[in-house]
T-cell receptor
Framework: KAGVTQTPRYLIKTRGQQVTLSCSPISGHRSVSWYQQTPGQGLQFLFEYFSETQRNKGNFPGRFSGRQFSNSRSEMNVSTLELGDSALYLC???????????FGPGTRLTVT | GQSLEQPSEVTAVEGAIVQINCTYQTSGFYGLSWYQQHDGGAPTFLSYNALDGLEETGRFSSFLSRSDSYGYLLLQELQMKDSASYFCAVREGDKIIFGKGTRLHILP
């Protein structure tokens, strides 16, 4: 089975711009979660989607949004980028109610 | 709300045993997971404990005490390749919350 894929792997944007990141889960996985990882902060939960519905959202401003498509692929969008949004954005997929998360390689976003 | 506490760094010697602790506070608890992340890599799943006790998988073991809201990851016969960050995580409903991670340094 192919693993979780994320595109792009690296991205450089300037403040004020917006960005869209993409995640394709493992075939058969309908749950997709997004995390932001910065040094010293661990993995901070952004949101979780299941069957095209956002079931949970973390403590992030409304500039962070996402969606899931009928094929379980997911996108997250960050508008009006700030310097503090520079981070590794990780996507993880899993089975519904399962406790094992399978992570993609991440998208490294740098905001200048 | 929920919180997980784990040491930020631990140092051990190659061939030795090291224990990484995790305490948690959640409004609803299903189980405790552990993940490993090498520099530049993605987190990978190591273990999951839903019930009290010790779960062993090769050189790695994980322990849970639900009454103490506490768990640990035990790594035996440490190898240099075990140098990585280790995260504990709990499920709260439909989301999984991670600790800030413990950086494991291994000395030759």
């Amino acid at each position: 089975k192919a693993g979780v894929t994320q595109t792009p792997r690296y991205l450089i944007k300037t403040r004020g711009q917006q960005v869209t990141l993409s995640c394709s889960p493992i075939s058969g996985h309908r749950s997709v979660s997004w995390y932001q990882q910065t040094p010293g902060q661990g993995l901070q939960f952004l949101f979780e989607y299941f069957s095209e519905t956002q079931r949970n959202k973390g403590n992030f401003p409304g500039r962070f949004s996402g969606r899931q498509f009928s094929n379980s692929r997911s996108e997250m969008n960050v508008s009006t980028l700030e310097l503090g949004d520079s981070a590794l954005y990780l996507c993880a997929s899993g089975l519904a109610g399962g406790d094992e998360q399978y992570f993609g390689p991440g998208t490294r976003l740098t905001v200048t | 709300g929920q919180s997980l506490e784990q040491p930020s760094e631990v140092t051990a010697v190659e061939g030795a045993i090291v224990q990484i602790n995790c305490t948690y506070q959640t409004s609803g608890f299903y189980g405790l997971s552990w993940y490993q992340q090498h520099d530049g890599g993605a987190p990978t799943f190591l273990s999951y404990n839903a019930l009290d006790g010790l779960e062993e998988t090769g050189r790695f073991s994980s322990f849970l005490s639900r009454s103490d809201s506490y768990g640990y990851l035990l790594l035996q016969e440490l190898q240099m390749k075990d140098s990585a960050s280790y995260f504990c995580a709990v499920r709260e409903g439909d989301k999984i919350i991670f600790g800030k991670g413990t950086r494991l340094h291994i000395l030759p």
